[in-house]
């Protein structure tokens, strides 16, 4: 059966601003770090699967691509899914998470070579406008800044690359500076990079 997602994308990863993969042109996705570490915080707002409502639900996605570009591949990944997902619930959201069911997600799948075990977490959310706040307990926090000029004006990207395969018109510019990932499983790692928007899935 069809399902459809709308909600918000917090990316952060370890590259420097900005990070190159959001252009999806393979000869400038060279990882400035020699590899790139990533925590995608997901805030669904509204949308089902399977005739289960996935609304208001929260979706970490943790990835260590050892590098050097993104299209090596050989990517370690978790799903960290809120606590307050039934199992009904959880379920769906792990398929579409893993790319099981199509959708953006399909495309980075492929690049997993090790799906760890997905967890349920508490995932607290602050939002106060310009700074937005994913807290993963025991596992780390995602700290997104809006990035603004000396004139209080924001940087945003449209076009290609991951903004449209992610479903999104445009993302903000927004840096994640001290943001940090604490997994055993995973690499340990900082963010700097981010960006932020609005995405709506379907398949």
Do not use: H
């Amino acid at each position: 059966m069809s399902w459809n997602l709308k909600g918000q994308i917090i990316e952060s990863c370890s590259c420097n601003m900005f990070c190159p993969c959001w252009y999806l042109v393979p000869e400038l996705m060279v990882m400035d770090k020699g590899w790139c570490a990533s925590a995608i915080a997901f805030r669904v707002k509204q949308g089902a699967s399977d005739g289960v409502d996935l609304g208001e639900r929260q979706v970490v996605f943790a990835v260590d691509f050892p590098g050097p570009t993104l299209f090596d591949g050989n990517a370690t990944a978790r799903l960290y899914i809120d606590e307050g997902a039934s199992d009904d619930q959880s379920r769906e959201l792990e398929a579409i998470w893993s790319g099981q069911k199509g959708g953006p997600m399909a495309i980075l799948a492929p690049l997993v070579s090790t799906w760890l075990p997905a967890r349920t977490a508490q995932i607290d959310v602050a939002d106060e406008g310009d700074i937005i706040t994913v807290t993963i307990d025991g596992t780390g926090k995602v700290e997104s800044r809006k990035l603004r000029d000396g004139q209080g004006q924001g940087f945003t990207l449209q076009g290609g690359g991951f903004v449209s395969a992610l479903g999104m018109q445009e993302a903000e510019m927004a840096p994640t500076i001290g943001s940090q990932w604490t997994d055993p499983d995973l690499r340990q790692f900082e963010t700097k990079s981010g960006a932020r928007g609005d995405f709506s899935w379907s398949a």
